[in-house]
Every structure is written in C-alpha cells, then in structure tokens.
C-alpha cells in the first residue's frame, strides 16, 4: 500500500505480522480441533496455544527462512518451531498450504469489509441529512450537459443515497460469498484430517466451511468481491465528480 493513501486500522489488516498472527490462529485452531477428536495430545495443544500467542513473530526471520526453503508457508512453521520446541511436530497435521493461504485472505477481506460497511453507514448518514437539509436548495438539471429543468440539490444527494444503499446491499452479500473457510488438505479430499476440524477453526473465525473446494477456496468468490469493490469504487467516483463539477464557478 501507498502510505500517503493508507488508512492505519486497514493497513493493518494487510500487514506481514497481522497477516502470520492469523496463520498462527488457523494452525492453533485446527490443533485444537484435533485435540478434541483424540488425534495429537490436548497438553500439545494448550502449548501451541500458549507459546505461539506469546510470541512476536519476526518477519525479517521467516524471510530469512524463506530465502533458503523457497516457500512462505515452511518457513513460517520453522519460525513458528523456534517458539513452541517439540510440540510444533503436531501443528499442520493433515492440512495443505492453501489451507491456510486461502482461509487467512478470506479472514483478511472479511475483515476489510466490515471497515468498509462502517464507512458506507457513515456515508449514508451524511448523505440523508445534507439531503433534506437541501430539499428546496434549487439548481439547475441538466440533460447531455445543457440547462434542461430545475432540480434540487437535495433530490441529488438522495440519488447518492439511494445508489450507496444498493452499495452497502452488494457488499454484505459479497462479505457472506467470501467467508469461506477450507481446512480440507491436499486437493480438497479430507483424505488425512477429519472435516470436523474445518468445522470448528471456521467457526472459531466466524466463517463458513467451504461447500466444495479442491486444494483451493473456488475463486469465483473473489472475483464477486472485487467486482464489487470497483462497483463501490465507480460510484465514489460519480459522486465526486459531480461535487466536482457543482463547484465550477461559471456552475
């Protein structure tokens, strides 16, 4: 991200440290889960938790990781072993890297979205009082550009509004398509970790497990996302510009 064009709370969100504090919780989770159904020892679990929520992950040292195993994923778990010792043998049992790739991106956009839902709400709550503050705010209407009939400056601003309603409509739909949560292992088959632990890290993360996936979260969920977002982002722009335009002065 630009920094001059950054927001810190969704910087954050999209930070290296957030991002592997969140790898941590899913592999936690999911040892948890496998605690429960007798597959690794509950102590091993409750240590994981434990140690790995105590500790400050390096990035600079899973860097360093990475530069010699060529893969995020390991060289986050060898730094994740340099904190837990001999239980971290348990952590990863039975999962695929996209496991934990797919479900902390979708952690991560769920949780932008509710930023972004925040500020929708803000927005239509300015948008409704300037509104009906300019109901009888006269000016002119305009067809191709050319003086056409009066108009208000209100009945433009609840055009807004009703245009962001339908924003803030698109965009809840497109946070429920997107929490999604894949803890199924390689090619998306259970074939050596129990679906139950799917089941209880989405519910620890406030996600759904995923229907039907292979190694991956189908990405037809992301695309809905980010075509929503340039919806959202194409009407920011109308508004703009014509705020824009209202200001000229020969306007």
Not at 65 to 91: M, N, Q, W, Y
Not at 132 to 151: L, Q
Not at 206 to 218: A, C, F, H, M
Request: glycine fraction near 4%; include cysteine.
């Amino acid at each position: 991200m630009i920094p001059r064009y950054s927001r810190p709370d969704m910087v954050a969100i999209w930070s290296p440290e957030t991002r592997f504090r969140i790898w941590f919780e899913i592999e936690a989770h999911a040892c948890n889960a496998l605690a429960e159904i007798g597959v690794i020892p509950k102590e091993s679990a409750r240590n994981i938790w434990e140690k790995g929520s105590a500790a400050t992950f390096d990035v600079a040292r899973i860097d360093e990781i990475e530069a010699v195993t060529k893969h995020d994923v390991i060289a986050f778990l060898t730094h994740l072993a340099e904190f837990i010792g001999p239980d971290s043998r348990f952590v990863h049992q039975g999962m695929t890297s996209s496991d934990v790739l797919d479900t902390c991106f979708n952690v991560q956009l769920t949780r932008a979205s509710d930023i972004l839902l925040a500020d929708i709400d803000r927005l239509l709550d300015a948008l409704k009082r300037r509104a009906f503050e300019h109901k009888d705010t006269v000016t002119i209407g305009r067809s191709h550009g050319i003086h056409a009939e009066p108009t208000t400056f209100g009945v433009k601003l609840a055009l807004a509004y009703a245009e962001f309603e339908r924003c803030r409509a698109r965009l809840v739909a497109a946070r429920e398509e997107v929490a999604t949560c894949a803890i199924s292992g390689a090619v998306g088959t259970f074939a050596n970790i129990d679906p139950r632990v799917e089941e209880h890290v989405a519910k620890a993360l406030g996600l759904k497990p995923e229907p039907v996936s292979t190694q991956v979260i189908p990405r037809d969920r992301h695309a809905m996302f980010f075509a929503t977002l340039g919806v959202i982002a194409s009407s920011i722009e109308r508004l703009a510009t014509e705020i824009r335009h209202l200001q000229r002065t020969e306007v």
